[in-house]
């Protein structure tokens, strides 16, 4: 199971994982990084798609199967060393990687309570900020300064 997740960890940690990517940050052989993915795949139900060709795509993880939500899973991934694993292959997690994770997720858990208590319906299953791009981060920015600019200013216009 350590190659397993050695290799989940890289399809989280690199922003559009290939078998090359995944090889080169883990230290493991393609063979294993198939059989890896396999077994995630077929043992706990991680559903992992190929995006785009054989030669140009990548991985992505649609599903976390049997990890249900991944919330745990995810931030263990994020905060796994893959160079001390790619050197003595042992699974080490950057600890402070892991505590600034986890205060993450109770700080957004906590802002979305309040926009509840507030009476504003926040998303849980919105997008992963760590998957995007710099410009679609940018122009998610934008959307959500647009539509609150345009709340706020028909909310004061109506008072």
């Given at each position: 199971m350590?190659?397993e997740?050695?290799?989940?960890?890289?399809?989280?940690q690199?922003e559009?994982?290939?078998?090359?990517s995944?090889t080169g940050k883990?230290?493991?052989?393609?063979?294993?990084?198939n059989l890896?993915?396999k077994?995630l795949r077929?043992?706990?139900?991680?559903?992992i798609?190929?995006i785009?060709s054989n030669?140009?795509?990548?991985?992505?993880?649609?599903?976390?199967?049997?990890?249900e939500?991944?919330k745990?899973?995810?931030?263990k991934?994020?905060?796994l060393?893959?160079?001390?694993?790619?050197?003595d292959?042992?699974?080490?997690?950057?600890?402070?990687?892991?505590?600034?994770?986890?205060s993450?997720?109770?700080k957004?858990?906590n802002?979305?309570?309040s926009l509840?208590?507030?009476?504003?319906?926040?998303?849980?299953?919105?997008?992963d900020l760590?998957q995007?791009?710099?410009?679609e981060?940018?122009?998610?920015?934008?959307?959500?300064?647009?539509k609150?600019?345009r709340?706020h200013?028909?909310?004061?216009s109506?008072a």
């Open positions: 350590n190659y997740i050695a290799v989940l960890a890289a399809l989280v690199l559009k994982p290939t078998k090359p995944i883990t230290g493991i052989s393609d063979q294993r990084v890896a993915i077994n077929d043992l706990l139900d991680v559903r798609s190929r785009g030669k140009t795509g990548y991985y992505h993880i649609d599903s976390w199967g049997a990890f939500s991944g745990k899973v995810l931030r991934a994020r905060a060393n893959l160079d001390s694993y790619k050197n292959r042992t699974v080490t997690y950057d600890s402070n990687r892991l505590k600034k994770l986890y993450d997720e109770v957004l858990n802002y979305r309570h509840k208590l507030e009476g504003f319906q926040a998303s849980i299953d919105g997008p760590e995007l791009s710099k410009n981060r940018r122009k998610l920015r934008e959307d959500i300064k647009r609150f600019t709340q200013a028909s909310s004061a109506s």
